[in-house]
Structures are given as C-alpha cells and as structure tokens.
C-alpha cells in the first residue's frame, strides 16, 4: 500500500503540505498579474495545486520501479525526468481547463474579472506552470526515496527485533531445560541413598518427585506463572527433599500479602533452593532452615532465599547450573532491570532477586512450613 495513503497522520500532512504550496504559488501568481487580486489567485492557483499533489502520488510508485543504485542511476533519471514531464503536462492541463470554468463563471458575472487571465494565458507564463509541475514531481519523488528509506529501515528493524525475540525466547527454553534433568539427576541421587537406609521413605520420594515433575511440565511451558504457584512448587521441592534429610531440614516460605497473582518466569526460585538445601544443609551435621520469602510493589518484584552454611568451608563452585541459570534468565528476560545480589556472612548464605513487575498483584497468601 502506498505509504502517504496508508496512514492518516500522513494524509493530513501531505494534504496540509500542498495547501501550502498552493499558498505560495498563488502568491507568486497574484504577484505577476497584481490587478487578479489575491483572492481571485486563490480561487485559480489552489484546486490545481490539490490535484497535483494527487498526481504526485504516483513518484512512489516510479521509485520502486527505479530504485537508486550506481549501475540504475540512469534509469532513475529518465523514468522521473518521463514522469515529471507527463505530470506537469498533467498539471497544465487541469490548469487551463480550471481557467477555462473560471472564465465562464465570469461571464455569468459570478467573479470579479482576472484582467488578462480571459484572454489566455501567455507562452511564459504556460512555460512557468509547467518548469514548477515538473520541479513538484522531483521533490515529491525525493519524499518517497525516503519514505521508502525509512520503511526500508523499519522493517529491517522489525525483522532484527524479531530475530531477537526468538533468539531470547529459544536461550530461554534452553536454560529451563536445563533444570528437570539437574533436578532429576539429584533426586535419584537422593533415592539411591535412602534405598538401603529407608526403603518406605525411597517410595515416597519417588511419588513425590513424580507430582514435582509433573506440575514443573505443566508450568514450566508457560512464560510467566503466578508467584503463589511459583511458592507451591518451592515448597513441593522442600517435602521431597525432607523426606532425605528428616529433621535436619527444617524451611519458612513466606508471601507478603497481595502478591500472589505477581507474575513471575517459572523455576525461578527452586534452583536457589536446590542449592540452599545441597550447599547450605548437607554439609551441616545440625542441618539447618531455608527461609523463602516473597515481596512486591507496584513496580518490581523481590525474591530471597537464605540458608545457615559452614563458616569455615570454601564457597561451593557448583556445576555451571543454578543460580548461573537463574542470573542469565532474568538478565536475558529483562536486561539491566533485572539485578541479582548474594551475601555470605556470619553463617549465613542469602541471594536476592529484583526484577520489574510483569502482572498485576491480587490476593496473596503468606505460609510456612517447618
């Protein structure tokens, strides 16, 4: 679609734009017959000028036909030097005949005279109309190389967001994939250890790990998920894990009121309590609690998971998954909005997650389980 004609903004001021020049070429011509007076060059200079501009409409499609390059430059120029002429003959002739309208008007007495307009128009003044028509036609082709320019480079810029787009969203699916198999890995680890210690507890970890799994499907396909699912699937992961470590794993999972509905990237938070359970608890002989706690405002969302570590032991360099994965999820989902902090001191191991706010909060809960 031609590109003036498909938007209205751009109608108005293509339209507004020939107004003005049908303004100042009717000043020009009040200007060579003075004794016309500038209304009457209104009425004789403006309704050509529109038609013009309608006329000029059609460069758009010379440029697409001739678009500029060094091996078509001349072709470029004979077809717009063609179509320059054959508006402004176009215009010539809608001129003297508009004139001609006039000239009867006049007769019925309806318009003050033109002076010498009903005589005819002279040669010069024939050659003027139609050098301008053919200098109105270049400078709208001009417009339309760069309409086409801009076009050009918007859908290129449409094409490369794009691209993008599915550039993310496949590193995104990569980096939750990497989680089931990772968590899976360490469930069988777990089951295989309590096979021969507790066979009763090694049947229910395998019934629970196999909900886990089949709500992580469910919601790990989804985008975003509500942060009160994101919470019911920590606290999935805690029972499984307790049924290993018994008493020693105690845990505190909190939702500040009113952020239940606060969307949030699924997973988010369980490899940050997979690694709270497996760098934090399994180490202490004592054991210890991982405390999950949930907030938000009306612009950003807060998550912290903290867990009691051995102050003497080295911090753990993990396996390359976890909180690395969490830390490239959010910041390939939200950028440099999303900021992740960890702090290591007096016994305790916390991480904090900020990221913008990505649905509307509703009724939230706050629960815990120990």
């Known amino acids: 679609m031609h590109p003036i004609l498909g938007s209205a903004r751009r109608r108005t001021l293509y339209l507004a734009s020939w107004t003005v020049i049908g303004l100042l070429v009717a000043v020009a011509w009040s200007a060579a ?3 016309a007076g500038l209304l009457v060059a209104l009425a004789v200079v403006v309704p050509p000028c529109l038609v013009q501009g309608f006329v000029c409409l059609s460069a758009w499609y010379v440029c697409r036909a001739a678009p500029l390059g060094a091996r078509s430059m001349v072709r ?23 004139t001609g309208v006039l000239d009867g008007l006049l007769a019925l007495g309806g318009l ?8 005819g128009a002279s040669g010069a003044q024939i050659a003027a109309v139609f050098g301008a028509g053919v200098l109105l036609f270049w400078l ?9 320019a801009f076009e050009e480079s918007r859908g290129a810029e449409a094409r490369e ?30 089951i295989s250890a309590l096979t021969a210690t507790d066979p009763d507890g090694a049947r229910r970890m395998c019934l629970l790990l196999a909900d886990f799994f089949r ?22 992961y805690l029972e499984i ?17 009113g952020c239940g509905a606060c969307r949030v990237p699924p997973l988010i938070l369980q490899p940050l309590v997979e690694n709270a359970v497996r760098h934090g608890i399994r180490p202490l002989v004592e054991g210890g609690m991982v405390r999950v706690a949930a907030r938000c405002d009306a612009s950003s969302v807060r998550l912290s998971v903290r867990n009691p570590v051995d ?23 939200f950028g440099r909005e999303a900021v992740v902090r960890r702090r290591r001191e007096d016994g305790r191991f916390e991480v904090e997650l900020r990221f913008p706010r990505i649905g509307a909060a509703g009724d939230g809960r706050r629960g815990g389980a120990r």
């Open 311 to 333: 102050p003497d032991a080295a911090t753990p360099s993990g396996t390359g998954v976890g909180l690395a994965n969490v830390e490239r999820r959010l910041a390939t989902r």
């Open 215 to 236: 709500s992580s499907v469910r919601l790990g396909a989804e985008d975003e998920i509500p942060l009160d699912e994101e919470l019911a699937m920590v606290r999935a």
């Open 76 to 98: 470029a120029l004979a077809m717009h030097t063609g179509a320059g002429v054959v508006a402004a003959a176009v215009w010539v002739t809608v001129w003297a005949g508009w």
């Open 161 to 190: 967001l794009g691209l993008e787009v599915l550039a993310r969203e496949a590193e995104l699916r990569a980096l939750r994939a990497q989680i089931d198999p990772h968590f899976l890995f360490n469930g069988l680890q777990s």
């Open 140 to 148: 709208s082709s001009l417009l339309h190389y760069l309409l086409a």
């Open 112 to 119: 003050p005279a033109f002076g010498g307009a009903s005589g």
């Open 241 to 257: 894990e307790k049924v290993r470590y018994g008493s020693r794993l105690e845990s505190d999972v909190a939702l500040e009121p």
């Open 33 to 35: 017959n003075p004794e």
